[in-house]
């Protein structure tokens, strides 16, 4: 009960925190942050895979990239057939491309494509009982193809240079405000956060953990590993789409370098610095990592990836279950420790008065 009131009482403070940050930091700030908290979505779906069910994916930013591609191609369509388009002489919209003129319905598409592609992906590797190593191989070669095909397909998705001039969600033909659009992303994060956290407090979530820690002992008590291991993808990767779209109206910007191998180990970066499998550590990551990434960039233009190296290095050594991960348990155990001395001592106050009344009796 500790470790869930710590936990608990983190989360309030880390979302009050970025809920007031507006009030205090230039546009400039505002939208870096902005960026940070849709990666906290990215990094929250990536823990569901990885933190719970022990799935390591190097190739998740395949889905954060079909759902950003599909916006940014949307609002790239909205005034008719778009410059990399023309360069290569085509003069009308393809028919398959037709339906993202609408935003709504580009929306809808970039939720629903990455969980088919990730339920069509989990199934034939999950059901071949393909895991481990192999796993994780499988998904590489993914977003390397994935982040080629993007590049290749110029014509269609401005390959290398990428997407550029994306508006913010137009709400009644005009963008939505920076701190307005903020302040969505937000609540949204907090939304994704709480769902999370119910499922893997679920059953659902304690036979994924299972799966995670012995998959055959599960197995034996009739449990469909498979099934639970689909089904986590293809929440995992509806979250990633979600993650994508949302990126790419506060970025103004979508290229390859969004979807294939930098985005999807930058993801697992995120996770082993802030604490794996305990959902607020994707939250203390992602905003730890990004945050020092700009500020020792800014400082140190030509050292800052070596600060950054030598950080992670520290925290590995020092932080074996991430930082949060780490506090958390030791905390934990020292609240617990606290809590059962309390326990042992009303139980020993207990026993002597019910002696002493025992003795006047």
Request: glycine share 10%.
């Amino acid at each position: 009960m500790r470790r869930v009131a710590t936990n608990n009482a983190f989360g309030v403070l880390l979302v009050l925190f970025l809920a007031l940050f507006p009030m205090f930091s230039s546009d400039f700030r505002l939208e870096l942050m902005g960026k940070f908290i849709v990666f906290i979505i990215f990094a929250i779906a990536m823990d569901l895979v990885w933190g719970y069910a022990g799935l390591l994916s190097l190739g998740h930013a395949v889905f954060f990239g079909l759902g950003g591609y599909m916006l940014a191609i949307s609002y790239s369509l909205q005034n008719g057939v778009p410059s990399f388009m023309t360069r290569f002489d085509i003069t009308e919209i393809p028919t398959l491309m037709k339906p993202l003129q609408s935003i709504p319905a580009a929306l809808l598409i970039g939720l629903i494509l990455p969980s088919i592609l990730a339920g069509i992906i989990g199934f034939f590797i999950f059901k071949s009982k393909v895991s481990g190593v192999y796993f994780s191989l499988i998904t590489l070669a993914l977003a390397k193809l994935f982040e080629m095909l993007v590049v290749n397909l110029q014509m269609y998705t401005g390959g290398f240079n990428g997407l550029m001039g994306l508006p913010r969600f137009p709400i009644f033909g005009e963008p939505m405000s920076l701190t307005a659009y903020y302040y969505m992303v937000l609540i949204i994060t907090v939304l994704v956060y709480l769902f999370a956290r119910w499922l893997t407090n679920s059953h659902f979530g304690k036979i994924l953990k299972s799966i995670r820690e012995n998959e055959s002992r599960i197995s034996f008590f009739s449990y469909n590993a498979s099934n639970y291991k689909i089904f986590i993808f293809i929440i995992s990767g509806f979250l990633s789409g979600l993650a994508g779209m949302l990126y790419v109206p506060i970025n103004g910007f979508f290229s390859p370098l969004d979807v294939g191998l930098n985005m999807s180990t930058m993801v697992i970066l995120w996770l082993a610095i802030g604490g794996r499998g305990t959902l607020m550590g994707a939250a203390v990551g992602t905003l730890i990592i990004n945050w020092m990434s700009n500020l020792l960039s800014e400082q140190y233009p030509e050292l800052w990836q070596l600060f950054i190296g030598v950080i992670i290095v520290m925290v590995v050594l020092f932080f074996p279950d991430g930082i949060y991960g780490t506090l958390k348990n030791r905390f934990g155990t020292y609240f617990d420790s606290l809590l059962n001395r309390k326990i042992d001592e009303n139980m020993e106050m207990e026993m002597e008065k019910r002696d002493y009344a025992n003795n006047l009796s």
